[in-house]
């Protein structure tokens, strides 16, 4: 199947439909949430968060002994709260840094989870089979019912999200002064912090435990890049990780059913990349244009204001004098001179230089613009 | 002396770990004070600050706003954190920061309304930020970013205001604006307790005075207590030549 046969199979296949849905959803629950996650500076909760849930998939399987999605959900939940509490916890009660005891959750539950899982394999039981695929992802495996779980939670999230969304800002921002405000802020973290292992334990399937923290991420960080308002962001990284979703998904089901989790991953990085180098205000492009703009008008102004001063000396300001005057000027250069007298603030005669009263005027106010455009 | 006790603090006592940063603070904050908070760093200046918010859980001790449990009366205490708690970077404009403090008195998922909003412009006009109402937060100086968590605190309209640090960071044209804010509000006989770190202004913009050095060294009218005496019992170290005027 190419991509071309993709795309017009999603409109017809049924099975195709419910993953590219499944894949979308997930995706916009995931960047709602993971902004948060991103401006509450816990990105890396994420990651551990998905790690801790290996062991809960690995015995939901040993208990149940079939595959159930369903079932293998509640066991990632489990063991990913679990995982959460432990490493508030770890962060609480000892001297440990949050990013030793998140590394140590990750990598003690991961590991842990990949011995049930090595375990599971070595035993006689046809069912094992594709247990592993939840390491990385694979949409393919989606079925209606996940995909409804998907609609129900990302609809309960988003509607927790406009009820709570001035308590949810304020702890975001400052979550001091919450308290101060009389808000229970430990509810309000227990609350956004449970949505985002519900979020995460709902990729683990798609994207996979390895992963999934970027699929949080990646979305909202893109969409920071886009706008100064908390709302838009929210909305702008449900839609880059729809989008992402879906994309990878189609990619990934195009070429042999590639794992699902790092393609959709690599859209994501697409988008974050793009949003990095070309996002108007905070992107690197039209930073260093601006960067350079700036310092070419700074040395144009530097060269005006010099001009200025031999000028005033004179008593008629258009006095002409000599551009060799200039030279010892640094900044100084013909290209600025020229660019002087296009914009008409000097004229030059041979090798004489003298200015207009629009350029005396223009040098005059330079100063006061300085000192009033200044910051208080 | 008859007038009433905003503040009441017994046996406070607070410790990170096993390491004592308050003990066994009483404290009695007389209504309509200017106060400032001096101290050395590790003083415990903004832990004090922070348990009688109940930001910080303290070991011991109990708080009382006009003679009730500070819990009851939170509406009547007003906050202004150190600026450098708070990510600047953070999306939002200089309006929506002041609108926060709106939320306490409009409690939960109500939304701030025209009323609301009312009231953080006339909180940014007092404090010189109008101009700035849909500014980004990060595009903001450090001076302005004080205003902006002062015209917060502002729009508390409350009776009490607690202030971490406003004047650090901040140029002498900021510095005079906000103790002027400072002195309007003592004016309007609003209490006002400041954690402050220039000794040299103290006689200037304050009245009262706490020493603090993990324990209260003295607290009093600044015209009795500021005195060598009591600075050297706080800092450990002769202030006559940083005093002397």
């Known amino acids: 199947m190419n991509l071309k046969e993709y795309i017009e199979l999603v409109f017809t296949d049924y099975t195709l439909r419910?993953?590219?849905?499944?894949?979308?959803?997930?995706?916009?629950?995931?960047?709602?949430?993971?902004?948060?996650?991103?401006?509450?500076?816990?990105?890396?909760?994420?990651?551990?968060?998905?790690?801790?849930?290996?062991?809960?998939?690995?015995?939901?399987?040993?208990?149940?002994?079939?595959?159930?999605?369903?079932?293998?959900?509640?066991?990632a939940l489990i063991s990913g709260l679990v995982g959460t509490f432990w490493i508030r916890g770890i962060i609480r009660k000892t001297h440990l840094?949050?990013?030793?005891?998140?590394?140590?959750?990750?990598s003690l539950f991961f590991g842990f989870g990949m011995l049930l899982l090595t375990y599971i394999q070595k035993r006689p039981n046809a069912n094992q089979a594709g247990l592993e695929s939840y390491l990385f992802g694979q949409a393919a495996t989606l079925l209606?019912?996940?995909?409804?779980?998907?609609?129900?939670?990302?609809?309960?999230?988003?509607?927790?999200?406009?009820?709570?969304w001035k308590e949810l800002k304020l702890l975001l921002f400052d979550s001091d002064y919450t308290?101060?405000?009389g808000f229970n802020t430990k509810f309000?973290?227990?609350?956004?912090?449970?949505?985002?292992?519900?979020?995460?334990?709902?990729?683990?399937?798609?994207?996979?435990?390895?992963?999934?923290?970027?699929?949080?991420?990646?979305?909202?960080?893109?969409?920071?890049?886009?706008?100064?308002?908390?709302?838009?962001?929210?909305?702008?990284?449900?839609?880059?990780?729809?989008?992402?979703?879906?994309?990878g998904t189609a990619i990934s089901a195009s070429y042999n059913n590639l794992s699902t989790g790092?393609?959709?991953?690599?859209?994501?990085?697409?988008?974050?990349?793009?949003?990095?180098?070309?996002?108007?205000?905070?992107?690197?492009?039209?930073?260093?244009?601006?960067?350079?703009?700036?310092?070419?008008?700074?040395?144009l102004h530097k060269t005006l204001s010099f001009m200025y001063d031999i000028a005033s000396t004179h008593e008629n300001i258009t006095h002409p004098h000599?551009?060799?005057?200039?030279?010892?000027?640094?900044?100084?250069?013909?290209?600025?001179?020229?660019?002087?007298?296009?914009?008409?603030?000097?004229?030059?005669?041979?090798?004489?230089?003298?200015?207009?009263?629009?350029?005396?005027?223009?040098?005059?106010?330079?100063?006061?613009?300085?000192?009033?455009?200044?910051?208080? | 002396m008859d007038t009433a006790i905003a503040v009441q603090v017994d046996d406070l006592t607070v410790a990170y770990n096993y390491k004592p940063v308050l003990w066994d603070i009483d404290l009695s904050i007389p209504e309509g004070v200017l106060m400032a908070i001096v101290g050395p760093n590790g003083a415990g200046k903004s832990t004090l600050i922070k348990s009688i918010l109940g930001i910080i859980k303290p070991i011991a001790g109990s708080i009382q706003i006009y003679k009730k449990p500070y819990k009851k009366q939170r509406s009547l205490v007003a906050y202004v954190p150190q600026k450098g708690s708070v990510d600047w970077d953070f999306p939002t404009t200089a309006l929506d920061v002041v609108m926060m403090g709106t939320y306490g008195s409009l409690g939960w998922i109500k939304r701030p309304g025209q009323k609301e909003k009312k009231a953080s412009l006339e909180a940014l006009e007092k404090v010189g930020m109008l101009g700035f109402k849909n500014r980004q937060i990060s595009q903001l100086s450090g001076g302005q970013q004080q205003r902006i968590f002062l015209a917060r605190a502002l729009v508390q309209n409350a009776s009490i205001y607690f202030m971490d640090e406003p004047f650090q960071g901040v140029d002498a044209t900021t510095e005079k604006a906000i103790i002027n804010i400072l002195k309007e509000l003592r004016k309007a006989g609003k209490t006002v307790i400041v954690v402050h770190h220039d000794l040299q202004t103290v006689p200037e913009y304050f009245d009262w005075v706490t020493f603090l050095n993990v324990k209260k060294i003295a607290t009093g009218p600044v015209k009795d207590i500021f005195n060598d005496d009591n600075l050297t019992k706080t800092y450990g170290i002769n202030y006559k030549v940083a005093i002397n005027k």
């Open chain 1, 18 to 75: 419910t993953i590219t849905l499944g894949t979308a959803v997930l995706g916009a629950i995931c960047g709602m949430l993971g902004s948060f996650a991103v401006l509450r500076k816990q990105s890396l909760l994420g990651d551990a968060i998905s790690h801790a849930s290996l062991p809960g998939i690995a015995i939901a399987f040993l208990i149940i002994g079939t595959k159930n999605s369903s079932v293998f959900l509640i066991g």
């Open chain 1, 97 to 106: 840094k949050s990013d030793t005891a998140l590394g140590l959750i990750l």
């Open chain 1, 144 to 164: 209606e019912n996940d995909v409804w779980i998907m609609v129900i939670v990302t609809s309960i999230s988003l509607l927790i999200l406009l009820i709570f």
């Open chain 1, 179 to 181: 308290k101060t405000l």
């Open chain 1, 188 to 247: 309000l973290d227990i609350l956004i912090t449970t949505f985002i292992v519900i979020a995460i334990v709902l990729g683990l399937q798609t994207v996979g435990v390895v992963l999934m923290s970027a699929m949080l991420l990646a979305p909202a960080a893109a969409a920071r890049q886009w706008t100064n308002s908390l709302s838009v962001m929210v909305i702008l990284a449900a839609l880059f990780g729809a989008l992402s979703g879906v994309f």
């Open chain 1, 262 to 299: 790092p393609v959709i991953v690599l859209v994501a990085g697409v988008f974050v990349l793009f949003s990095f180098i070309f996002s108007p205000q905070r992107g690197l492009l039209f930073r260093e244009i601006r960067f350079r703009k700036n310092r070419r008008d700074l040395k």
């Open chain 1, 322 to 376: 000599a551009i060799r005057i200039l030279n010892n000027f640094q900044g100084f250069t013909k290209k600025s001179l020229q660019e002087l007298e296009d914009k008409n603030y000097v004229k030059i005669d041979g090798n004489m230089w003298s200015m207009t009263e629009i350029g005396y005027k223009t040098a005059a106010n330079l100063y006061n613009q300085l000192t009033n455009s200044k910051d208080e």
